[in-house]
C-alpha cells in the first residue's frame, strides 16, 4: 500500500476486532480489496493488478 494511513482509516477506523485472528483476516482481506477491486486515480482509474498487467 502506497500510504500508511489507508489501511487504518479504512479498515482499523470502521470496526472493532475480539481476536488477533480477527485482525489477520482483516488485514488480509483489505489487501486483496486494495489490490484487485480499488480503483485508484494515480492508475488511469484501473487496480493496481489491471495496471501492472497492462504494463506487460
Known amino acids: 500500500m502506497s500510504?500508511?494511513?489507508n489501511l487504518k482509516t479504512?479498515?482499523?477506523?470502521?470496526?472493532s476486532y475480539?481476536?488477533?485472528q480477527e485482525v489477520r483476516m482483516a488485514i488480509k482481506d483489505y489487501i486483496l480489496f486494495y489490490h484487485h477491486e480499488r480503483f485508484q486515480i494515480m492508475?488511469?482509474?484501473l487496480t493496481?493488478?489491471?495496471?501492472?498487467?497492462?504494463a506487460f
Request: hydrophobic content about 25%; overall charge positive.
Open 3 to 5: 500510504r500508511k494511513g
Open 43 to 45: 492508475l488511469n482509474n
Open 10 to 15: 479504512e479498515c482499523f477506523n470502521l470496526h
Open 48 to 54: 493496481p493488478i489491471k495496471y501492472r498487467s497492462q
Open 18 to 20: 475480539i481476536s488477533s
